[in-house]
């Protein structure tokens, strides 16, 4: 008998291509699968609640998988191992126990990003914000932010040739924020495309260098052209930050 169990982790994917599995690219989800295959000694597939993109981050992010022993869920001593032989840039930070049909991707029902900009050059942000030096109207990109709650379709922040059954995503929140020399964008939704928020945050920082107006970023989402949208933000700014799953989907 297996017993299905959700284990909550965190990574810096400067040198990962994503998430999930992929032929000759160096994946999170293979280190996973690796380090849980060994400890317990059986075939482990985990399958997380998305994937991330080449280089994005994860602060906290949720992957399910089976295995014969039922010992896991706030196994203290298991967990230190299973860290001790991991990266030291994917960090474990529970494992427990779900009903046997929990699904880690379709039973999330909302995911929130943030986004972060460097304004000035700064070491401890190299590789983990988008370091930006030009004038940016922190305003103006907050006035766009809120056209997003009027849409559900954004196939024209989702990366062409994406194969989505359905573009619509129903945003739950979104604003800038400013601490120190940083700009964050947070942004939570139900669902995300893939690229979605990179492309967002791309546009809006046009809408804050005045190169498009609020306005303009309204009719681009309208659209749903892709074309028209701007250039994606780069991926060392993007950190996936939470994932929300109802009560009950925990046994322990």
């Avoid at 075939?43 to 997380?48: A, F, P, R, V, Y």
């Avoid at 907050?142 to 024209?156: E, P």
Wanted: neutral net charge.
């Amino acid at each position: 008998m297996s017993h299905r169990y959700f284990i909550e982790l965190s990574y810096r994917g400067t040198k990962y291509h994503g998430w999930q599995i992929q032929e000759n690219a160096h994946s999170v989800q293979a280190e996973l699968n690796s380090s849980l295959a060994t400890l317990l000694k059986e075939d482990i597939s985990t399958l997380g609640a998305g994937r991330t993109d080449t280089g994005v981050h994860a602060k906290y992010f949720v992957a399910h998988f089976d295995s014969i022993r039922d010992d896991l869920s706030s196994n203290a001593s298991f967990l230190y191992h299973l860290n001790q032989i991991l990266p030291l840039d994917i960090s474990i930070k529970s494992i427990r126990s779900v009903e046997p049909a929990a699904h880690a991707r379709f039973d999330a029902t909302s995911r929130t990003y943030h986004y972060f900009i460097c304004r000035d050059k700064d070491p401890f942000w190299r590789e983990l914000a988008w370091m930006f030096y030009g004038s940016l109207d922190i305003d103006l990109m907050q006035q766009a932010s809120k056209y997003l709650f009027n849409y559900t379709d954004f196939t024209s922040f989702s990366k062409v040739g994406s194969d989505n059954k359905t573009s619509d995503c129903k945003i739950y929140s979104a604003n800038w924020a400013e601490k120190d020399n940083l700009l964050i964008f947070s942004v939570t939704a139900d669902r995300f495309l893939r690229n979605m928020v990179r492309a967002i945050v791309g546009t809006m920082v046009d809408v804050g260098r005045k190169k498009i107006t609020a306005e303009r970023f309204s009719e681009i989402i309208a659209a749903k052209d892709r074309a028209l949208a701007s250039s994606s933000a780069p991926a060392e700014g993007l950190y996936l930050t939470g994932i929300e799953y109802p009560k009950g989907i925990y046994r322990i």
